[in-house]
């Protein structure tokens, strides 16, 4: 069974950074892709931002383009999301997911299988 921890949520002001990172267990990690989706209060989860199982192809939405990178460590199971210039609209429960079976990206929530328990990103304006 696959399990997800996310780490590195936190209070931050307007315009600073954060780093979060998701650590897998399981052996299918690097053939899969990964994605980063949040849900702030009142509202559905969004997709964030996706890598395909190589690193080599990522995907971001268009509110966090330019602000936000993906990555991955195949070799210690990790996706990280850096977050730089956060706004307050960043707020959120930010977490990461995997796909089952599939290694290319995906913006949809129901295209992956497994999910972590969410990390808080409080941006203060």
């Known amino acids: 069974q696959v399990q997800l921890v996310e780490s590195g949520g936190g209070l931050v002001q307007a315009g600073g950074s954060l780093r979060l990172s998701c650590a897998a267990s399981?052996?299918?990690?690097?053939?899969?892709?990964m994605g980063w989706f949040r849900q702030a209060p009142g509202k559905e989860r969004e997709f964030v931002a996706t890598?395909?199982?190589?690193?080599?192809?990522?995907a971001y939405a268009d509110s966090v383009k330019g602000r936000f990178t993906i990555s991955r460590d195949n070799a210690k199971n990790t996706v990280s999301l850096q977050m730089n210039s956060l706004k307050p609209e960043d707020t959120a429960v930010y977490y990461c997911?995997?796909?089952?079976?599939?290694?290319?990206?995906?913006?949809?929530?129901?295209?992956?299988?497994?999910w972590g328990q969410g990390t808080q990103v409080t941006v203060s304006s």
């Open positions: 399981g052996h299918t990690f690097s053939t899969v892709a």
């Open positions: 997911a995997q796909r089952r079976y599939y290694g290319g990206t995906s913006y949809y929530t129901d295209e992956y299988d497994y």
């Open positions: 890598i395909n199982w190589s690193g080599g192809s990522t």
